[in-house]
């Protein structure tokens, strides 16, 4: 009994050492996976490790948007690990001395929103787009989830009117475009990222070009701390 037991425990463990080594032959024959934009070479699986998703997912979604008027091809990619990061928010009141349409001096109460490690990506268009803003796209833009923005209300914690200026307050998060840090974004256009997180600013990096295309698509996915204000 106990020699039949030692037999089929060795055939396990064959079968288990044989299939890792095929996993890892099969692993290390793969090419590698890069993709052409123009004649820039992206080598989607580096980039896939740094932004912790599945390459061939990553593969397939910048294939599907070259060319394309849409958002960052890592909206809807969603994270090999699970995002630990809990979601944080702040509300502060700012009194603001003003003066109303009698002259009299009154102080009203600006609030501001502060957001905690909101993933931010990048992505480009096309020259005759448009933003739901009605505004043409321009450097200094972003767009966020069509369900946190509003182009009416402005009076909502998270309800973010279009056309509100996004401050970054911490130069290290500030946003890197074309070698120029970005301290601050205006919400003019509105999309969806299933998988980002709930406060996700998708900025714009330019119009479609080989240049402008790549540089959003290895901006990848990179966190940041924000606020905002309304009255």
Not at 113 to 125: E, F, S, W
Not at 139 to 156: Q, S
Request: proline share 4%; with cysteine; glycine share 4%.
């Amino acid at each position: 009994m106990q020699r039949k037991t030692k037999v089929k425990t060795a055939i396990v463990l064959y079968i288990f050492c044989f299939l890792m080594l095929s996993i890892t032959i099969f692993a290390e024959s793969r090419e590698p996976l890069t993709i052409d934009i123009d004649g820039i070479i992206i080598d989607v699986d580096q980039l896939a490790k740094d932004n912790d998703v599945d390459p061939h997912e990553l593969y397939e979604s910048i294939k599907s948007g070259i060319g394309a008027d849409r958002t960052s091809p890592f909206a809807d990619l969603a994270t090999l690990t699970p995002n630990a990061d809990s979601f944080e928010a702040s509300r502060t009141q700012i009194p603001i001395e003003t003066i109303d349409s009698w002259g009299n001096a009154i102080t009203k109460m600006k609030i501001q929103i502060t957001l905690y490690n909101q993933d931010t990506t990048a992505h480009v268009v096309s020259e005759d787009s448009s933003m739901a803003s009605g505004k043409t796209p321009m450097t200094g833009m972003c767009k966020m989830n069509k369900n946190v923005t509003t182009k009416t209300r402005d009076d909502d914690f998270f309800q973010i009117k279009l056309g509100t200026t996004i401050i970054i307050p911490d130069s290290t998060e500030h946003i890197n475009i074309h070698e120029k840090n970005y301290p601050a974004f205006k919400v003019d256009d509105r999309s969806i990222a299933v998988s980002r997180s709930p406060m996700w600013l998708d900025i714009h990096f330019g119009i479609n070009s080989a240049s402008n295309h790549s540089a959003a698509i290895t901006h990848g996915v990179k966190k940041v701390t924000y606020y905002y204000h309304y009255y």
